[in-house]
């Protein structure tokens, strides 16, 4: 597809459950970001990649929370055991190697019962 | 204090009104400035960037910022129903590097 790819869109997880989020990215694409966004808040940055490499984690809320992105393309988010205050939009988005714009993904609806 | 604060809003306007919306940062290191445009229900799409301070003009849409104020700001004129959304505000530190969001304000033109 033309544009960020996130999967699954809709996620009700019972409380304790573990949970994966996918993200394709736009071909070709170096970077790739991850946002938290809340009900009502603007995105928080969670972590991001340059290819494989995971450059920066420290947006990660706590060590229940795991990205990684093996092969330089597709990456997963991993929350486990999750709580009631992971219930978020999980948006992904890349961007290339060079410019400064970063396309976003429609988001991971996470519901957390 | 957060690094970026903007006025959640809601703003809402008349068709046609301009429409100004700002947002104050605290770090001078951020070079980037972007204005980001959310649908509910949909992701952030890219409305505009500047590089360091100035205005920059795109259509309906002018985007300025002042450095020295660290104070950012986005003008619609001819404001359309169509430009009701949520618009983020995200200064970034460089080229394609994280950018950090404002709260949003929620927009609403009546028409």
């Known amino acids: 597809g033309a544009g960020v790819s996130q999967s699954p869109r809709y996620k009700v997880a019972k409380r304790g459950q573990d949970v994966a989020l996918r993200c394709d990215p736009i071909?070709?694409?170096?970077?790739l970001f991850w946002y938290q966004q809340a009900l009502g808040q603007g995105p928080e940055f969670l972590t991001y990649f340059q290819n494989e490499a995971q450059l920066d984690k420290s947006g990660l809320p706590s060590d229940r929370f795991f990205a990684e992105r093996p092969e330089g393309s597709v990456s997963t988010l991993k929350i486990q055991r999750t709580q009631q205050e992971d219930s978020a939009v999980y948006l992904c988005a890349s961007s290339p190697s060079q410019g400064n714009t970063i396309y976003f993904g429609e988001g991971s609806w996470l519901t957390v019962v | 204090q957060k690094e970026v604060e903007q006025d959640p809003g809601p703003l809402s306007v008349p068709e046609g009104a301009i429409v100004s919306l700002n947002c104050t940062y605290s770090n001078s290191a951020f070079q980037y400035f972007m204005w980001y445009r959310q649908y509910s229900r949909k992701g952030p799409e890219l409305l505009m960037y500047t590089y360091s301070s100035g205005n920059k003009e795109d259509g309906r849409f002018t985007a300025q910022v002042d450095k020295s104020s660290k104070y950012i700001s986005l003008f619609i004129r001819d404001s359309q129903p169509s430009d009701s959304a949520t618009y983020l505000c995200a200064p970034g530190y460089s080229s394609a590097s994280k950018i950090i969001f404002g709260s949003g304000t929620r927009l609403s033109i009546r028409p």
């Open positions: 071909s070709g694409h170096v970077s």
